[in-house]
């Protein structure tokens, strides 16, 4: 589907936000400056809005690679794999240790080789358009039947 604006953007990943649950995995694919990002912070904002907590900055962790965001039960851990080139860096990360459930977000997942369940995975392009973006979506078990016609 089209994504036609930063508002638009904005609408979808409420959308998925309401849906979003602790133990739930969010993949962000895409090209470098698509909105990945962008997505993040709308949807951590929302979460904070609607939990009744003060929205936060929600900064690209691209040197961090994780931020987390704490948000009344939900726990919000916002990474960026940009950096990590081996699987044995991306072990030492331990996203996949389940001793803390949460919500996890990848930005530059392409390394995880893990099919970690309740995984959605959203797949951004450019377009030719300066504000539009192209969007798909694939989900897993709890996402399964998940798809664009619900955005
Ligand atoms: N419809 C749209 N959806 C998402 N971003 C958009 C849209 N229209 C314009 N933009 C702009 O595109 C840029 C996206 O940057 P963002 O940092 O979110 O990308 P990113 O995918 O996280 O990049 P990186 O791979 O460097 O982490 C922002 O400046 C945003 O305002
Ligand atoms: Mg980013």
Do not use: C
Request: no cysteine; proline share 1%; charged share 30%.
């Amino acid at each position: 589907m089209i994504i036609k604006s930063l508002d638009h953007l904005k609408s979808i990943s409420n959308k998925i936000a309401e849906k979003v649950s602790n133990g739930d995995y969010i993949f962000l694919i895409g090209e470098i400056g698509v909105g990945k990002t962008t997505f993040t912070r709308n949807f951590i904002n929302y979460l904070q809005k609607k939990k009744g907590v003060k929205q936060t900055e929600v900064l690209s962790p691209t040197f961090n690679l994780l931020y987390e965001y704490e948000i009344k039960n939900l726990k919000v851990m916002h990474y960026d794999l940009y950096r990590i080139k081996t699987s044995r860096e991306l072990d030492e990360l331990g996203i996949f240790n389940e001793n803390v459930r949460s919500i996890k977000i990848i930005e530059w997942p392409e390394l995880v080789k893990t099919k970690v369940k309740n995984r959605l995975e959203i797949y951004l392009s450019y377009s030719d358009r300066d504000n539009e973006r192209k969007l798909s979506i694939l989900g897993h078990h709890k996402w399964k039947h998940y798809n664009e016609n619900k955005l």
